[in-house]
C-alpha cells in the first residue's frame, strides 16, 4: 500500500492550502485515516482524523481552521488548511490504518511565513 501526500508549499500567515492523498487502493474499507505534522525538533502529533463513517476529530490547536475528508470514489483524503499561522509549518504526513497495520505517505512540507 503506497500513500502519496501533495498540496504543501510557501503560504502567508492566514492564508490556506489544501493537501492531498492518494491511496494505492480502495479506501472504502480503511476505518482510520489522518493528517499527523511534525515540526522541525518535536514529535509527530495528530492533526486530523477521519473514520469510515466520516467521524471527524481534531487537534485543539486546528479546530475551527482545517477540515478533513475523504473521497472513496477516488482513494483521497484531503486537508483543507484555512487561517494558517507560522506554527502550522510543519512537514505533514497522511496516514492509512488498514487491518491494524499504519501506512504513512512521504510527507509534504507546509511553510507558513511572511
Known amino acids: 500500500v503506497q500513500l502519496q501526500a501533495s498540496g504543501g508549499g510557501l503560504v502567508q500567515p492566514g492564508g490556506s492550502l489544501k493537501l492531498s492523498c492518494v491511496v494505492s487502493r480502495s479506501i472504502f474499507r480503511v476505518n482510520n485515516m489522518g493528517w499527523y505534522r511534525q515540526a522541525p525538533g518535536e514529535q509527530r502529533e495528530l492533526v486530523a482524523l477521519?473514520?469510515?463513517?466520516?467521524?471527524?476529530d481534531y487537534a485543539d490547536s486546528v479546530k475551527g481552521r482545517f477540515t478533513i475528508s475523504r473521497d472513496n470514489a477516488k482513494n483521497t483524503v484531503y486537508l483543507q488548511m484555512n487561517s494558517l499561522k507560522p506554527e502550522d509549518t510543519a512537514v505533514y504526513y497522511c496516514?492509512?490504518?488498514?487491518?491494524?497495520?499504519?501506512?504513512w505517505g512521504q510527507g509534504t512540507l507546509v511553510t507558513v511565513s511572511s
Open positions: 496516514n492509512a490504518d488498514i487491518q491494524s497495520i499504519n501506512y
Open positions: 477521519i473514520t469510515r463513517g466520516e467521524i471527524t
